[in-house]
Nanobody, 119 residues
Framework: VQLQASGGGLVQAGGSLRLSCVAS????????VGWFRQATGKEREFVTA????????YYADSVKGRFTISRDNAKNTVYLQMNSLKPEDTAVYYC?????????????WGQGTLVTVSS
């Protein structure tokens, strides 16, 4: 599976962005998919994951209530809707896919897309 993330950009605090991650191959629906992020000088951290059919979701406490993950298996795509963005959300966001819930191991990574939130 190859993953291609997009949708990052510059946004003011309180604004919104939607990230997309398109997967190649026909086995997308077999994977748990989700998002991680890495801010400058910090370790990569888990953000959110969604189950195989989209019925289960899991969020880091720092984004709960502000971010929403969804997936469209027909389009091999996972989305991350980010609302009420804060400067501390600034990071490179990576999509990932794996087989263990909630993405405790990651078999595939996308290339990352930069999100910058200005205060």
């Amino acid at each position: 599976v190859q993953l291609q993330a997009s949708g990052g950009g510059l946004v003011q605090a309180g604004g919104s962005l939607r990230l997309s991650c398109v997967a190649s191959g026909h086995t997308f629906s077999r994977y748990v998919v989700g998002w991680f992020r890495q801010a400058t000088g910090k370790e990569r951290e888990f953000v959110t994951a969604i189950g195989w059919r989209g019925g289960s979701t899991y969020y880091a406490d720092s984004v709960k209530g502000r971010f929403t993950i969804s997936r469209d298996n027909a389009k091999n795509t996972v989305y991350l809707q980010m609302n009420s963005l804060k400067p501390e959300d600034t990071a490179v966001y990576y999509c990932a896919a794996g087989t263990r819930w909630p993405l405790v191991t990651q078999d595939y990574w996308g290339q990352g897309t930069l999100v910058t939130v200005s205060s």
